[in-house]
């Protein structure tokens, strides 16, 4: 690719992008997938890095995205499978950017939501390296629009919780008040949740969901692979394993879900019929919320 061709890809100053200086670290959101979904810091930060160490969950196509010189690193992290330990990336990072690299790191959705990018950030600032930070489309909430379900609805919920199926154990989340979780927030968004799902939803129940409600899990939301099945709180695990639905997903819990009906834009495009008023609120039902 001709020196032109890479600068058109730069995004011009009037934006206001700051430069990429070497011997930084920017931590960039990638999004959930599609490239529609990065931001313009991102694109400019792929343009312009001399060095990218992404994460398992970063789509090729926006590798594509960086400059012909720029050297691609994995850095990996996946449930299950050999990947580098979290403090040999952070230490990579450091020694790269000491190198007078500029260094991209790229994680999958937004780099502050349960993506270590916080601790990537408090080991950068011990090492005394210069750093910014650019937030992505976390996949909670940009997969979920692109299942067609909004993550709070006036007429259904005030209150969304971002949570994780799994902590540093590996075990269900211990440090969740579940009960609490169960009454005070109608919308549960669940991020890591496949693994636990049986075991979250019994928890759920237990402290007063309606094994009824509807729950949504989507599986590599934003992609050409994307799937959503539809299912309830009581019967999500077996459907997911009867469907052979595999990570990544997230799962959406609440009555959001239902939203689904009326505004699956994608399914629209391949044919499916919208259903208006899924809720039956639009007629009689007086609206919550001011
Ligand atoms: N920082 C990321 C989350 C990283 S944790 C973000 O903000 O989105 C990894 C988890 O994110 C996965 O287990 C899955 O629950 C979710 N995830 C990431 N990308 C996804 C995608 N394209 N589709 C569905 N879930 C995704």
Redesign the pocket.
């Known amino acids: 690719m001709s020196e032109a061709t890479r600068t058109s890809v730069t995004l011009p100053g009037f934006l206001g992008l700051p430069m990429f200086q070497p011997g930084w670290v920017w931590l960039v959101?990638a999004g959930?997938?599609d490239p529609a979904l990065l931001t313009l810091g991102a694109a400019h930060a792929l343009a312009s890095a001399n060095v990218v160490v992404y994460d398992a969950?970063v789509d090729e196509r926006i590798l594509a995205l960086a400059g012909p010189d720029a050297q691609l690193e994995y850095a990996g992290k996946r449930g299950g499978r050999p990947s580098p330990k979290q403090a040999d990336i952070t230490l990579r990072i450091i020694d790269l950017a000491r190198q007078g690299k500029r260094v991209l790191r790229l994680?999958?959705?937004?780099?502050f939501?349960?993506?270590r990018g916080g601790e990537e950030g408090l080991a950068l600032v011990e090492a005394g390296i210069p750093f910014r930070v650019i937030p992505?489309v976390?996949?909670?909430i940009g997969?979920s629009a692109y299942a067609g379900i909004p993550v709070t609805h006036r007429d259904t919920n005030h209150v969304v919780s971002f949570i994780t199926g799994h902590d540093t154990t590996g075990g269900v989340t211990g440090n969740i008040e579940w009960e609490a979780l169960a009454k005070g927030s109608p919308v549960i968004v669940l991020?890591?949740?496949l693994k636990h799902l049986g075991e979250i939803a019994t928890r759920l129940m237990a402290g007063g969901r309606d094994p009824d409600e509807p729950v949504a899990v989507?599986?590599?939301?934003?992609?050409p692979a994307q799937r959503v099945l539809e299912t309830t709180i009581r019967r999500a695990e077996a459907d997911v394993a009867a469907s052979g639905i595999e990570?990544?997903?997230?799962v959406v819990m609440g009555p959001v879900v239902r939203l689904r009906a009326a505004l699956d834009w994608l399914g629209a495009l391949d044919g499916r019929t919208l259903t208006a008023d899924p809720l039956g609120t639009r007629h009689g039902q007086k609206k919550t919320g001011s």
């Not at 989507?218 to 992609?223: E, K, Q």
């Not at 990570?247 to 997230?250: E, G, L, T, V, W």
């Open positions: 959101g959930p997938g969950l994680k999958g959705g937004d780099p939501v349960f993506g992505g976390t996949a909670g997969g991020y890591m949740g989507i599986a590599r939301a934003t992609t990570a990544p997903a997230i």
